[in-house]
T-cell receptor, first 112, second 114 residues
Framework: SAVISQKPSRDICQRGTSLTIQCQVD?????MFWYRQQPGQSLTLIAT?????????ESGFVIDKFPISRPNLTFSTLTVSNMSPEDSSIYLC?????????FGPGTRLTVL | KQEVTQIPAALSVPEGENLVLNCSFT??????LQWFRQDPGKGLTSLLL?????REQTSGRLNASLDKSSGRSTLYIAASQPGDSATYLC?????????????FGKGTKLSVIP
């Protein structure tokens, strides 16, 4: 398995601001996924990030709103930009390791 | 487009009872199927992963089965305990060139009553 940490674990932010979520993995992984889970809903894939290339975004998600970085094989960040209350969700990173996806503990974001 | 359905949406059972959670998926072209547990406000914990070539996986009191041709999976929990109370999510990894995308069901919220 993999040990995954996310920072911050939770945050309360004001409308119009941006928050960067960090994801650290204890193993080198090529593929990293970022998910969003809105209140009462299941997980929705935001984007797939491979180290050394631009992230691939799912329908309904754009790079300007959710820029992602993958500076190395153990670390990634997701930024939620120009936040609105509709961005209030749990955000989870998910590295692919040995063809299995593992999940971080999540970042609980509340936008006022 | 892959769709995953979980039935029931919620389930409440007395402690000690055996129970079955159901998951169905529309496209049988999958790499694998995973069952996860999610506690309120928390991330996901992987419980069992079944490869497309496998029929079942067991871990402790949990047993997951996979019938790929019919697009169904079940998660069997034996001798349920209050600590089993959580939301259980089923997810499939669909086949495709270079694709490892997981598609999730909406989950079954389980409450085990002491």
């Amino acid at each position: 398995s993999a040990v995954i940490s996310q920072k911050p674990s939770r945050d309360i932010c004001q409308r119009g601001t941006s928050l960067t979520i960090q994801c650290q993995v204890d193993s080198q992984v090529t593929m990293m996924f970022w998910y969003r889970q809105q209140p009462g809903q299941s997980l929705t894939l935001i984007a797939t990030a491979n180290q050394g290339s631009e992230a691939t975004y799912e329908s309904g998600f754009v790079i300007d709103k959710f820029p992602i970085s993958r500076p190395n094989l153990t670390f990634s960040t997701l930024t939620v930009s120009n936040m609105s209350p509709e961005d209030s969700s749990i955000y989870l990173c998910s590295p692919l390791l040995y063809n299995e996806q593992f999940f971080g503990p999540g970042t609980r974001l509340t936008v006022l | 487009k892959q769709e995953v359905t979980q039935i029931p949406a919620a389930l409440s059972v007395p402690e000690g009872e055996n129970l079955v959670l159901n998951c169905s998926f529309t496209d049988s072209a999958i790499y694998n199927l995973q069952w996860f547990r999610q506690d309120p406000g928390k991330g996901l914990t992987s419980l069992l992963l079944i490869q497309s070539s496998q029929r079942e996986q067991t871990s402790g009191r949990l047993n997951a089965s996979l019938d790929k041709s019919s697009g169904r999976s079940t998660l069997y929990i034996a001798a349920s305990q209050p600590g089993d109370s959580a939301t259980y999510l089923c997810a499939v990894t669909s086949s495709g060139a270079g694709s490892y995308q997981l598609t999730f069901g909406k989950g079954t919220k389980l409450s085990v009553i002491p």
